[in-house]
T-cell receptor
């Protein structure tokens, strides 16, 4: 069975601080894909990134960066110089093996960025 | 570009009443389609997914059903709503490849009273 754990239920920071959202996953599949989604107050889920299990290169996109480490089964997400607009619930998700296309989501981390 | 439409945005229904939520996708063909529910605890639970017309797989036994009458149309239904059916329902689509990301609609907030 697959499992995604986001241990941080809520994080509160002040604008311009850096913040890291943790994600730890469990899977027996050798090939799998990891995702991060953002859910702003309006409710829709916005796709941020996909990473496959064979690519451990870290990725940076503007103020966002992702650190994938298979050795620790973690896929952490860092926001640099946070802004109020970053306030949202962030979900880490996993799919793989026979579950392709069906995501297993973590419980989400509520990020609040204060001005 | 592809777009996904989901309606209604909010819905208040009494216990025992029927339910029909509709989702349509534009700009792509033969998408995989999904219904997720997000309860107050924030986690997302996969309810149904479909890889083609008339092909529905149920993930969780419950009071709900799904249908896919057309390639890009996915409907979530119930004959009699329960209080426990309250939640935020999200439709999503993905391309046929297994590693394609899911793209979500804006969701329907259902309150059963």
């Amino acid at each position: 069975a697959q499992k995604v754990t986001q241990a941080q239920t809520e994080i509160s920071v002040v604008e311009k601080e850096d913040v890291t959202l943790d994600c730890v996953y469990e899977t027996r599949d050798t090939t799998y894909y990891l995702f991060w989604y953002k859910q702003p107050p309006s409710g829709e889920l916005v796709f941020l990134i996909r990473r496959n299990s064979f690519d451990e290169q870290n990725e940076i996109s503007g103020r966002y960066s992702w650190n994938f480490q298979k050795s620790t089964s973690s896929f952490n997400f860092t926001i640099t110089a946070s802004q109020v607009v970053d306030s949202a619930v962030y979900f880490c998700a996993l799919t793989g093996g026979t579950s392709y296309g069906k995501l297993t989501f973590g419980q989400g981390t509520i990020l609040t960025v204060h001005p | 570009s592809q777009t996904i439409h989901q309606w209604p945005a909010t819905l208040v229904q009494p216990v025992g009443s029927p339910l029909s939520l509709e989702c349509t996708v534009e700009g792509t063909s033969n998408p995989n389609l999904y219904w997720y529910r997000q309860a107050a605890g924030r986690g997302l639970q996969l309810l149904f997914y479909s890889v083609g017309i008339g092909q529905i797989s149920s993930e969780v036994p419950q009071n709900l059903s799904a249908s896919r009458p057309q390639d890009r149309q996915f409907i979530l239904s119930s004959k009699k709503l329960l209080l426990s059916d309250s939640g935020f329902y999200l439709c999503a689509w993905s391309a046929g490849q297994g590693n394609s990301p899911l793209h979500f609609g804006n969701g329907t907030r259902l309150t059963v009273t």
